[in-house]
């Protein structure tokens, strides 16, 4: 009798002949196979098919209902679950907690993401004692009181938390005094509080508790923060590798200098859209940043010129730096970009767009040094002409990545015309035939224009 091959599965070639063995995750996962065919499975394998699950929770909640087996291996799982995302948790099961229940579950108590709260947070916190990564994306409905569920444990070990989207009000320290004072956050490495309502008296409170641990912080947007907190971080927060400051716009010169003081480990920093920024502040960055690798200065403002460039290429870091942002800076010119272009040859990504004055004399430069580029975007420099473009076709040869939308200068309809940049294909043979010749043809059908 000929095997059943389950739809959507990747079939895992035997040694020898034309059969295939499916493997067990394809076997549990694959929608056709029987709605039993899953709870029948034994605990232990269960447990495997879960770990191999992008959200073995979410797996283990949707499919409680098909067996005790199912339901038993969800119980042992929570022992040893150690990232949990409820932000991927397709559903739950109101008024019944998960897998506490012998019972059947009653599919007509069923909600949506947006509805997970304090009180299954702290069920997941209290459950899964090896906790040490959750995220809580996009969850508006927790409250602060979901972060002290992390502090009643005093052998929580959480290290990684996502709380980005949650729009969590975090004004005032008292807001977190539970969180910080129960040592709730005392382990961890990597916080994410983009969108979050925080102010000044909140993040110094963090930054004091984790001082010394923490590596990556994300606070983009959170509009509140000035250089009071910009300081804590550096005072705080020496081990910081990757800080996102993008959006916090009362942020000046004095916070940025104090963070590249105290924090001499950054390797990626995020300052876009600090409009109150000037070229003293990246000028401290440059100087005492020596592990730079990457810098995003999009939409600083109008105080950011040429200076700051020049500082970062003549920089402690300009070996290290490997992606840089100096889109929408409309004060940049060739000149500083020649000199970037022969120091930090190491640039992999480079963004440019919106910088206005820029035209071939960039372009012909970095097409002569930066070997290593792989992604150039010059959306909306209108100074670019055609030879601006075959300069960079030719000379980055790992070049995969070329934005040219809005480069009104540019001789090709195609190249100008939004409408033709969702098809590669199309803007290929576009511009292929009477910009380019035989020699530039075959690098150009590696690249992703648009």
Known sequence: MASHEPRG??????????????????????????????????????????????????????????????????????????????????????????????????????????????????????????????????????????????????????????????????????????????????????????????ADEGLVAVAATVSGRLTSLCVTDCRQLTDVAATALAEHCAQLRALRLGGCSKVTDGGVQAIAHGCEWLEALDLQQLRNLTDSAIAAVAARCPRLANLRLSCVGSQLTDASVQALASGCAHQRLTALDLSRNRNLTDGALAGLAASCTRLEVLDLGGCHQITDAAVFALASSSKWLRELRLRGCGGITDAAVVAAVSGCERLATLDLRYCTGLSSHAARNPRCLTESEALLVGIGGPLFGPTTWPALQRIAIF
């Not at 098909?66 to 990232?83: D, G, P, V």
């Not at 897998?99 to 209290?126: C, M």
């Open 9 to 198: 599965s990747r079939r895992a070639r035997c040694g020898h002949g034309d059969g295939w063995c499916p493997t067990a995750t394809e076997v549990a996962l694959s929608s056709a196979a029987p709605r039993d065919h899953l709870g029948e499975l034994p605990v232990d394998l269960l447990l495997r098919v879960a770990e191999a699950h992008s959200n073995p929770l979410d797996m283990l909640v949707r499919k409680a209902h098909l067996s005790k087996a199912i339901r038993a291996a969800a119980r042992a799982a929570q022992a040893i679950l150690a990232h949990v995302a409820l932000d991927k948790l397709t559903k739950r099961y109101h008024s019944v907690p998960p897998f506490s229940s012998p019972g059947v579950v009653d599919h007509s108590k069923v909600i949506w993401t947006g509805a997970v709260d304090d009180a299954l947070v702290l069920e997941v916190v209290e459950r899964c004692p090896g906790l040490t990564s959750l995220s809580l994306r996009g969850c508006t409905g927790i409250t602060p009181r979901a972060l002290r569920a992390f502090g009643w444990d005093s052998a929580c070990q959480l290290k990684v938390l996502d709380l980005r989207g949650t729009l969590l009000s975090l004004r005032h320290e008292r807001d977190l005094q539970g969180w910080c004072a129960s040592g709730g956050c005392a382990r961890l490495t990597s916080l994410c509080l983009r969108d979050c309502v925080i």
